[in-house]
């Protein structure tokens, strides 16, 4: 039996345009792989008092934003007094259910009037997104426990800016580390805005996390430039943090190009290498990234993001498993770690990979949008409720 402390706390994430209808934002209209046109997503803004009850059975923080493009709908305007309504209804029913946010600034999406005046390779869109800093901390403060400035910025420029998979679809790598920069100029005068408007809520960033390790030579020089751009490069630009946020999927192997059930379905159960339906699965690495970045920052961690890509019960419960196992390890050689906040709630729109790829405790029918409830739920529940897991062999996702 593991035990956590009694302060240290559980919750779950989503992101606003994955769950909620697509609106005037730069991600809306686009096609995933599998087909699906980036519109309707899983209805939660017509959800939002179901929701609401599912979320607070999953422990005490609910991570999540707000759509940007649909409260504030033209350059450092007034935000829109309806939508602003409907979020503080929806926050205030999770506070009278003991759920407190960490609040997301900028999770991956923005106004397509901020791409139109030049997204953030125009450096004077800053002051825009510090306008809305400003309404943000106006508006929900009050429901805050934690401000999350950006989410995975490293995420965010490597895939619009080096592989092009994400708007704008660019492959420039000069420019990746341009908006690199770009989000640290924000970040440093969000967090300067928030501390004076909320000097007692702490302030961090997310980063996400992955353990890649080549397979030859050449597999070996991109698992290190990765590895060096991804995991260390990315995260010296946001330094000014109370805490840093870490998210972590994926164990990735080069030979020299990268290796998955995305790219190259099969190829990793030819050798034996247990996965998800997305990534290679090795929870250890989630323990190692935490102690790497701790000895490099010093500072308080809480997993902003981490789970598993799969419609198996059994299998999610495991991973939850090994991975507050591996939590709990670095807890116990003295590193501060605050709270372990799963992804996700529920199933939702995975980007340019579409609707088949799943991680929620909550299963979606996408055609009605119904909740159902899974034994992953029930055990994650159970989890935040007792504080403790049963320990547990490692589990095999060799499909």
């Excluded at 209805?43 to 005490?60: V, Y």
């Excluded at 790598?173 to 640290?184: D, E, S, T, V």
């Excluded at 701790?294 to 991975?323: H, L, M, Q, S, V």
Aim: hydrophobic share 40%.
């Amino acid at each position: 039996m593991i035990k956590f402390p009694d302060n240290f706390f559980f919750g779950t994430s989503t992101a606003a345009t994955q769950i909620e209808t697509a609106s005037d934002h730069n991600w809306r209209g686009e096609i995933a792989s599998d087909g699906e046109i980036f519109n309707r997503t899983c209805d939660h803004e017509l959800r939002r008092a179901e929701d609401a009850q599912h979320i607070a059975r999953f422990g005490t923080i609910y991570r999540c934003s707000v759509d940007w493009a649909r409260i504030q709908t033209s350059p450092s305007s007034e935000f829109n007094a309806g939508v602003v309504k409907e979020y503080t209804a929806f926050f205030d029913d999770l506070e009278t259910r003991g759920m407190k946010l960490m609040l997301v600034l900028h999770h991956f999406t923005q106004p397509i009037w901020f791409e139109n005046l030049g997204g953030w390779e125009n450096k004077k869109n800053i002051a825009h997104f510090i306008d809305y800093t400003e309404r943000i901390a106006y508006h929900f403060s009050k429901y805050v426990a934690y401000w999350n400035t950006f989410n995975e910025p490293n995420v965010y420029a490597m895939n619009g800016w080096i592989l092009g998979t994400s708007p704008p679809h660019l492959k420039n790598y000069f420019k990746a580390n341009k908006i690199l920069r770009r989000f640290q100029i924000a970040h440093e005068i969000a967090f300067e805005v928030l501390r004076h408007h909320t000097p007692n809520i702490p302030i961090g960033i997310s980063l996400n996390t992955g353990l890649f390790e080549g397979k030859n030579a050449l597999g070996k020089l991109s698992a290190g430039f990765v590895d060096w751009w991804f995991n260390r490069r990315a995260m010296t630009h946001f330094k000014k943090v109370d805490f840093l946020g870490i998210s972590y999927y994926a164990y990735m192997l080069f030979d020299p190009f990268p290796i998955s059930e995305i790219d190259t379905p099969g190829k990793l159960d030819a050798l034996g290498i247990p996965h998800d339906d997305m990534w290679g699965y090795k929870p250890e690495g989630l323990g190692n990234n935490m102690r790497k970045l701790y000895a490099r920052y010093k500072k308080p961690i809480i997993i902003t993001e981490n789970g598993i890509c799969t419609d198996d019960d059994n299998k999610r419960i495991g991973a939850i498993k090994d991975y507050l196992r591996e939590v709990h390890a670095v807890m116990k050689s003295g590193i501060p770690v605050l709270g372990y906040i799963f992804w996700s709630t529920f199933d939702n729109f995975e980007w340019d990979l579409g609707k088949k790829y799943r991680f929620g405790l909550l299963r979606v029918d996408f055609e009605t949008c119904e909740r159902k409830n899974t034994a992953a739920a029930e055990f994650y529940q159970d989890v935040c409720e007792t504080r403790s897991i049963v320990v547990s062999n490692p589990i095999n996702l060799k499909l």
